[in-house]
C-alpha cells in the first residue's frame, strides 16, 4: 500500500513498514526451521535478534511462539502468494486496473488463495507458489 500512494509516504512510515514486513519474513524462517530443520528455541531467538532487530524479550516470544504456532508465516505465504496471482492475473488481463484485481481477490472473502487462484485465472492457473 506504501508503494501505491496510500497515506503519508514519509521515511519513517517506509521504515516501519519495511521493519513489519522484515518481522514476518523472519517468523517464515523461524518456523520452518523449529517445525522441520532441527532449529532449537535459542537458536530461533537469536534469529529474531540478529535479523529481525527486536529486543531480547521480544526475540524470545516470538521464537517460543513459533514451537505452539506454525502457522505465523501465513502473513508472508499469503503475501508471496498474493503478489504471485496479482503478477499473473494483470499478465492475463491487460488493460485492468489495480484496482480491478483488488476488488475481483475481495470478492471471494475468505476463499483459500488456491481456490481464488483457480477463480481468476481458469483451470490452468498453476500453482500459487
Known sequence: MFDAGVGKQTPQVR????????????????????????MTVDDAQKLFAQ??????????????????????LAYTLGKIMIRNLRIDWMK????????????????????????????MLGDNAGPPL
Open 15 to 38: 521504515i516501519g513498514m519495511l521493519k513489519e514486513a522484515l518481522l514476518r519474513n523472519v517468523r517464515f524462517v523461524a518456523t520452518i526451521g523449529l517445525h522441520t530443520r532441527g
Open 51 to 72: 535479523k529481525g532487530f527486536v529486543d531480547a524479550g521480544n526475540a524470545r516470544q516470538q521464537a517460543v511462539r513459533g514451537t505452539f504456532d506454525p502457522m505465523y
Open 92 to 119: 492475463a488481463n491487460p488493460g485492468k486496473s489495480l484496482r480491478e484485481f483488488h476488488d475481483t481477490l475481495l470478492s471471494y472473502a475468505c476463499a483459500p488463495l488456491p481456490l481464488i487462484r483457480r477463480a
